[in-house]
């Protein structure tokens, strides 16, 4: 298989499509947006652990993509890899500091999907990228394992791919669905707090 060069645009896989049009017709609502924030107790190096999360995150693609609409259509393109200098955010208002920070939308055309933010939580932007790219997060910021990772690169597939008029009616009616926000658990008091959205 012949790599797809990365310095134009970039078809979107059909997940992609949902949540670049659900990010539009919504105007940036974070209804699709996974949060997860953890409290940990101890002594820790913030910084270090910041910079841990942009280290390991800098160069995967799906981090480094933006979304925009050209001429009609949607695409994607990849900026240069950068890493943003991490800071010590302090605050007495806990919950407040991370509804803000749960509730702020993505700017998917200048922002990356995942989002490690000052406030050292990694946001990850809808639930787009799904498990496995949740598990090649959690991989990267934990010890490797061995277990053989493949990537399937839709730029690839989208030019040879002929999908069958069930798959097309299916992302057809699925694409149409209106977004329906939910909330999981909210704890602030012990070690986890998850907002979640389906």
Not at 36 to 46: A, E, L, S, T
Not at 101 to 130: M, W
Not at 138 to 157: H, R
């Amino acid at each position: 298989m012949t790599p797809v060069l990365r310095d134009g645009h970039l078809p979107l896989s059909y997940l992609e499509k949902e949540m670049l049009l659900n990010h539009l017709i919504y105007d940036g609502s974070p209804a699709g947006k996974m949060n997860f924030v953890c409290k940990i107790r101890g002594d820790i190096n913030v910084e270090a652990l910041a910079n841990a999360f942009q280290q390991a995150t800098v160069d995967i693609e799906v981090f480094r993509t933006r979304y925009h609409v050209v001429e009609g259509r949607v695409v994607r393109s990849q900026r240069v890899p950068t890493l943003e200098i991490p800071r010590v955010v302090q605050t007495s208002n806990l919950s407040s500091f991370v509804h803000n920070r749960v509730t702020k939308p993505f700017d998917l055309s200048t922002e990356p999907l995942g989002r490690c933010l000052n406030s050292h939580r990694y946001t990850q932007a809808s639930h787009i990228s799904g498990g496995y790219l949740a598990r090649v997060g959690v991989i990267m910021l934990a010890e490797l394992n061995e277990l053989s990772l493949t990537y399937i690169d839709w730029a690839q597939w989208a030019e040879n791919a002929q999908p069958d008029s069930r798959a097309l009616f299916f992302w057809s009616s699925y694409l149409s669905k209106q977004l329906v926000q939910t909330q999981a658990g909210i704890c602030l008091g012990s070690l986890v707090m998850i907002s979640g959205l389906l």
